[in-house]
């Protein structure tokens, strides 16, 4: 088994495992391998009481030290308990949803984040958090995209890696650390039609080459657990996939850590309609290769095991139990004592609140700009209209409801501007037509110096089963921001959406637009603080957003077709007698678009302005023809200067792509393998460094064994502040 994760996760002495694994009867080490899903209090205590392995939180401190001290005080073999809780973006303190931070493009955002959710959490006793999510998914139809890091595997993986090493910090045993779980092996952002939990059929290079390398990120960084996934791939279901659980993930990436399954994801092997009740499905997944079964439904109501020694091999239980003690162990369970825990945060501080402000800054994107943001802050009046103006929510899907929430963009801006003549209104509603209101603020419109309109995706419509099949604003809001630019007035809009929505019918009428994401508990200071300049955007979208639902799935990464297209379709055109069009005539008509839509999409992966303006040189590269092995040896390097060309202090995110010209498989047009975010003062100039290896330029193979492919060519080197403005270098590689 690879050992890469084991710098991270301590091993522990063989000998101290095995003695201890040598007095468990099979019933106590069935039961380890099982996280009972938000039991009541008296049921936690009923089940820990029997042996279990694992609950989820029980919602504090006290609760959580008597579960711990039954566990350990209470049977046969003192276990101490896994407290797991997804702790996703935040725990008291919220911060930017996972989707909103990689439009940071900053992964040091990703650590605060991290950090400081570890620290609160831990002190309540949590010690293994359902997080980070790095499943790829290219389909804003399914809610959970707002949980992953977008559509890119490369941006994903740094990002993954950033929150992995920032849980489980140095040292697993230390005070304010969780054990990470990188989740949903494997796929899941794939389902069909970008509804939740269902179907995939992906191919062994898609496999390779854009799912799996965030989850070799996460092993690499010493990930403790890794949860599987509820879809099926190509009709086995992840939770009884042997392939991927264990040659995949355990023998090739190395994974020693535990892979536990989702709610129930072992049970609903029935319905997937592989195992005939739940004690085959338990047998089934076990023997794949899953650890730890999240539901409870390992151990029957007689209070023994589900699986016996003949449905379940011994050494696969065995090297469950194993792996889980081995986590207990490291994560210091054993010798943990009440005290550690002393203080309970139950609430942000002074200190969590600047951090979660300052990293909502970096998280916004700036669609468009004609000058209308920022907003002067001696403006003298302002209307702020639309359902978000007054709406406090901006937590975002998956927080727990005692997190803090935020306080509205209104109540933000109006103490943000004292010697300005706000007026606030509803103009709309979330989920219906509001025809008064909206007159109302169309009326009010041009007593006005500037229109703000505050729009958006409830935190409600995404997330888990939060699938839509047309993911466009909501109500009337569309209809409020029309009417309002009909009006003349200058109108910015704050987008509170980072899902990609389909936003084209409207998007280039407003002078401005920023979006957001729902950005946590400082996000209406956050916002007012973009909407004034007080902090500048930086922020690039880490999801394309479509011009059509029809458009989806949509990606930057995409391979040529054997007719890329140069102009849009037409709906309306001469008639066309496809004998008369031969080959080599294909360069308007027979290529791969659509007829009723532009070429690609309406804004692109990587896309996001500035309030001032920069420029990139072009790429220089160390070497502009190599061989392979000094490319093993010294690396290849591509560099740029940047420059603040604008009148603000500002970010620019540098990022670097690569195409492989010709290929033995058809390979992205781009490919982003390097990327840097860098603040200048005006006329500041910088220069940024990539460092390129072999894993940058190559492939892994379709074969069923993982094989990096590098092979000799000329590759595009593009480096420039968004896909469509890089500038290129080329590179000859020889054998
Ligand atoms: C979700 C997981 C989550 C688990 C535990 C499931 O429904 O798919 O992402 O970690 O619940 O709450």
Redesign the pocket.
Known sequence: MGSRADRQVPEVPVRELDAMLARMSWDEKVAQLQIA??PRFEDAIALVRSGIGAV?WPGDLVRTRELQRIAREETPHGIPLLI?L?VIHGQYTIFPTPLAEACSFDPDVAMIDARESAQEAASGGVNWT?SP?VDISTDPRWGRVV?GFGEDPYLTSVFAAAKVRAYQSEDLSAPGTLLA?A??YIAYGAGEGGRDYDATDVSEYRLRNTYLPPFQASVDAGVASV?AS?NTVAGRPMHANRRLLTDVLKHQLGFAGVVVG??DGVVQLVAHGVSHNNADAVALAISAGLDIE?GGNVIGADGHAVVSPQSVPEERVNDAVRRILRLKLARGLFSETASEHAVEVRHPTERTRELARGVAHRCAVLLSNDGTLPISPSISSVLLVGPYATSTDHLGAWTQNFAAQSRSIDECLREALPNTSVTTMTGGAFFREDLEARAAAVAAAASNDVVIVAVGEPSSLSG?ASSRSEPALTGDQAALIRELVATGVPVAVILVAERPLIIADWVDLPGAVLQTGHLGTEAGSAIVDLVLGIANPGGRLAMSIPRSAGQIPIRYNHENTGRPPSVRGQLEHEDVDVALVGPGDTDDYFTSKYLDLDLGPKFEFGHGLSYTTFEVSAPVVSTPSLTMSTLASDGLSVSVTVTNSGARSGDEVVQLYIRDLVASIAQPVRRLRGFRRVSLEPGETTSVDFALSAIDLGYWSDGVEAELVLEPGTYELHVGGSVSSTRVALVELAL
Do not use: P
Request: glycine letters at 6%; a negative charge; charged letters at 35%.
């Open positions: 899903y938000r989820f797991g997804d359902f999510m949980e779980c989740k949903h949860m509820f989702d709610a999240m888990e």
